[in-house]
């Protein structure tokens, strides 16, 4: 059974570049840049393990947050929720990451921060251009 992510979200994860991201209990939020990698349903970001949510992401890995753009008119309106588990990369996957991660944002080639991999376990996007409340939802296999 084929679990691809539906093209339409994937075409609006590839067009923005900062997700939020919430992680903890209680929660805290960061907004961070993200490449999207739809082959393997993940994101990948880059973002200091001593900060206070990269201590909250490394004692509860179950993250959420949410992806958008900017717009005044509410029938215009587009943007994903997600949730998923976090973990800090290490080796090839890190280099990997960082690779398509630079390609992505050259300004971080000379930044020393780690890796960090989103595994996508839900998204669900709201698309006003579709008609107002439209929503697409995807579930990865193992939920």
Same mark, same amino acid.
Request: aromatic share 10%; glycine share 6%.
């Given at each position: 059974?084929?679990?691809?992510i539906?093209?339409?979200i994937?075409?609006?994860?590839?067009? &923005?570049? $900062?997700?939020?991201?919430c #992680? @903890?209990?209680?929660?805290?939020? %960061?907004?961070?840049? +993200?490449?999207?990698?739809?082959?393997?349903?993940?994101?990948?970001l880059?973002?200091?393990?001593?900060?206070?949510?990269g201590m909250l992401?490394?004692a509860?890995?179950?993250?959420?947050?949410?992806?958008?753009?900017?717009?005044?008119?509410?029938?215009?309106?587009?943007g994903?929720?997600? &949730?998923? $588990?976090?973990?800090?990369? #290490? @080796?090839?996957q890190?280099?990997? %990451?960082?690779?398509? +991660?630079i390609?992505?944002f050259?300004?971080?080639?000379?930044?020393?921060?780690?890796l960090?991999?989103i595994a996508?376990?839900?998204?669900?996007?709201?698309?006003?251009?579709?008609?107002?409340?439209?929503k697409l939802?995807?579930?990865?296999?193992?939920v």
């Amino acid at each position: 059974m084929d679990n691809s992510i539906p093209a339409a979200i994937c075409r609006y994860l590839k067009k &923005q570049h $900062v997700l939020s991201l919430c #992680a @903890g209990t209680p929660p805290w939020c %960061a907004n961070c840049f +993200y490449v999207f990698n739809e082959q393997q349903q993940v994101f990948w970001l880059m973002s200091d393990a001593a900060t206070r949510h990269g201590m909250l992401m490394q004692a509860q890995p179950l993250v959420a947050g949410t992806i958008n753009g900017q717009t005044r008119s509410p029938m215009l309106i587009k943007g994903v929720q997600y &949730q998923g $588990v976090i973990v800090r990369l #290490a @080796g090839e996957q890190a280099s990997r %990451a960082r690779s398509a +991660y630079i390609r992505r944002f050259p300004i971080a080639a000379s930044a020393q921060a780690p890796l960090w991999e989103i595994a996508i376990r839900e998204l669900k996007m709201t698309d006003n251009t579709l008609g107002f409340g439209s929503k697409l939802r995807w579930q990865h296999e193992s939920v």
